[in-house]
């Protein structure tokens, strides 16, 4: 078997390596991260042991953003959630479901 070429990407190169982008929330900035593939499976794993499960829906959504925005989350409670807006929440958790390549029929409508 040949050596690796030096000038050639490993997988390895790119575990732990974000893309994010800015997204607008509530007329502010956001910047979210592509959720990985084992958030992705987790994710849609949660959706449909939950399914028809509105306050498990509301969790889910939730969880999505803490994953896909963590540094607009920050140490922010589930109470913190509670006092935004539901349409909000939902539209920045589909943004950050579509930007990972997921969408809302994929997780289950959060």
Not at 54 to 79: H, R, T
């Amino acid at each position: 078997m040949s050596s690796p070429n030096p000038n050639v990407a490993s997988i390895k190169n790119f575990k732990n390596r974000r893309v994010s982008k800015t997204v607008k929330f509530m007329e502010s900035d956001v910047v979210i991260n592509k959720l990985t593939t084992q958030q992705v499976i987790a994710v849609q794993d949660s959706a449909e042991t939950h399914k028809g499960n509105a306050k498990a829906g509301l969790n889910l959504m939730i969880d999505v953003i803490k994953k896909g925005a963590p540094d607009f989350v920050g140490d922010a409670g589930e109470q913190d959630f509670y006092d935004i807006p539901l349409d909000e929440l939902s539209k920045l958790s589909e943004e950050i479901m579509a930007f990972s390549g997921m969408t809302a029929g994929d997780s289950g409508k959060a």
